[in-house]
């Protein structure tokens, strides 16, 4: 992302209302958007402009919407404690931007606003020398909206809400992005001016802009490139609209990079997943939190990777579900594998179909093929667990661990019962249960139940 720098700026995050329309017990600013809340994605766009400072405007679940974001963005919190209207929030931040000369408002509800279109604002803001200047954008639906009124040589007049226009208003397709920039003397001048005679009883933020122009202050409109980057999330349907669409400007950026991605339609990839050249992700899959997928790799359809590391030329088959997994390269996964916390795999490693490896090492070329539960258990290299072998790792209070030398060959159906270590070489008889130390090469078996045959017994009939 590209950096820029404005010292003298500071901005106010609006994030105090309680998003009702989310119908959520969750604050609305803290709804995810491919991995990210729209706060966050909010607040790494306003990060690139180097401001003097950030300040968070929080009133409903505030102490939860500041934590959420207090580790990753140096941000100041600001209590609104009681949500009487954009206009209002604003005021609240008068302190803060004492120092600086001009403040940039934004909602926190716009997750796809990119810094370079902030920067195109704070930009024609300086050359134009205005007092105001708001970003705006030409739209299809301006429903929900605040509608930009301009007279008859073109001059910007007002902002008019939804609710408070006339008919003829509500025909306007210029609409108000919600986000200012403006000099900070002025701004809390004229906010000490508005009043909430309006159909919510609300001081808004946009009230400043006739009266700005009663004193003779300049109030520019900058008319964004792109609409969808101002697209408010107020409800659920517009969280998935603007999911979306942030979906497709992620996966156009993969493709560019020389990654194919089938069906994008059904496929989930989160903003700070990274994916090498020639990797194919196949229909219905899931890259979650942050994953990385090498180069040359096949994921799919239908696997779901989240918060793990796939190297070079891993094949990751149908139906898997990888969790902080590390997968070395060439290795074959699935389907229908789990790779559950700490499951370590080191090159070429195969783990077929229901195999569920936690906790766990296996070493370079090793196979897990069928039906199998290793947890808690280091594996050497070229060794090969046979179909349901089961590590034994609970004993109901404790877990305990399992220690496999290299190139050992484990039977089909053998219980490990942990602790307990398997020499390198070891060749262990299918069905046994180990409860000792099995020594290097050689063959170690349990005892197996005796197998009778009689001759003369009949399959029973239906009666
Ligand atoms: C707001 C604008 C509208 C603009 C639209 C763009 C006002 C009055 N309306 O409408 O002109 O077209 O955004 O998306 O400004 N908030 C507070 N404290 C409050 C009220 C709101 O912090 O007392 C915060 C909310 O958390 C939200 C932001 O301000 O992040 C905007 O509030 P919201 O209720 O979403 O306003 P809109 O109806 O979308
Ligand atoms: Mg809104």
């Excluded at 942990?418 to 262990?428: E, L, N, R, S, Y």
Aim: charged content about 20%; proline content about 3%; overall charge negative.
């Amino acid at each position: 992302m590209n950096q820029y720098h404005y010292p003298n700026l500071q901005v106010v995050v609006l994030a105090a209302g309680q998003g009702k329309r989310m119908r959520s017990t969750m604050p609305k600013v803290l709804h995810d958007v491919l991995g990210k809340s729209m706060l966050s994605h909010v607040l790494a766009g306003i990060e690139a402009l180097c401001p003097q400072g950030i300040a968070l405007v929080t009133g409903h679940g505030g102490e939860q919407v500041y934590a959420a974001v207090e580790k990753a963005y140096h941000v100041s919190s600001i209590t609104q404690a009681e949500q009487l209207g954009t206009g209002h929030a604003v005021q609240q931040a008068e302190a803060v931007c004492a120092s600086a000369d001009n403040v940039l408002i934004v909602c926190a509800d716009t997750p796809l606003l990119q810094a370079a279109t902030l920067a195109s604002l704070l930009e024609r803001h300086a050359q134009l020398d205005a007092d105001i200047s708001f970003l705006s954008a030409k739209v299809d639906k301006p429903t929900g909206y605040g509608r930009v009124c301009r007279n008859q040589q073109g001059s910007v007049e007002s902002i008019v809400e939804e609710r408070d226009a006339s008919d003829a208003e509500r025909l306007l397709n210029e609409v108000s992005s919600g986000i200012f920039c403006v000099k900070q003397k002025l701004l809390f001048q004229l906010l000490k001016q508005i009043d909430n005679n309006n159909q919510q009883s609300e001081y808004y933020l946009p009230s400043i802009v006739p009266l700005a122009l009663q004193q003779g202050a300049k109030v520019e409109a900058v008319v964004m490139t792109d609409a969808n980057e101002m697209l408010g999330v107020n409800d659920r349907t517009q969280l998935r609209h603007v999911t979306e669409l942030l979906q497709q400007r992620v996966i156009e950026d993969w493709e560019k990079e020389g990654v194919s991605i089938e069906q994008p339609n059904t496929v989930r990839i989160d903003v700070s997943v990274k994916i090498g050249m020639d990797t194919v992700i196949r229909a219905g899959s899931q890259l979650l939190g942050n994953t990385a997928v090498g180069d040359g790799c096949k994921v799919g359809p239908y696997a779901v990777i989240k918060q793990s590391w796939v190297d070079d030329y891993v094949k990751i088959h149908a139906f898997s579900h990888l969790e902080q997994a590390h997968v070395g390269a060439h290795a074959d996964i699935g389907p229908y594998a789990r790779l559950r916390p700490q499951a370590e795999l080191d090159e070429g490693v195969k783990i077929g179909n229901f195999v569920e490896i936690k906790k766990s090492v296996i070493g370079q070329n090793s196979k897990v093929n069928h039906l199998s539960y290793i947890g808690d258990t280091t594996m050497g290299q070229d060794c090969n667990v046979g179909a349901g072998t089961i590590t034994c790792n609970y004993d109901g209070a404790n877990k305990h661990k399992t220690v496999i030398g290299d190139r050992a060959f484990i039977g089909s159906d053998t219980k490990l019962i942990a602790p307990v270590t398997v020499g390198d070489g070891a060749t262990i008889g299918a069905g046994s249960v180990i409860t000792k130390v099995v020594q290097k090469d050689g063959l170690t078996l349990s005892a197996r139940p005796e197998q009778r045959y009689v001759k003369d017994w009949k399959r029973p009939e239906k009666s």
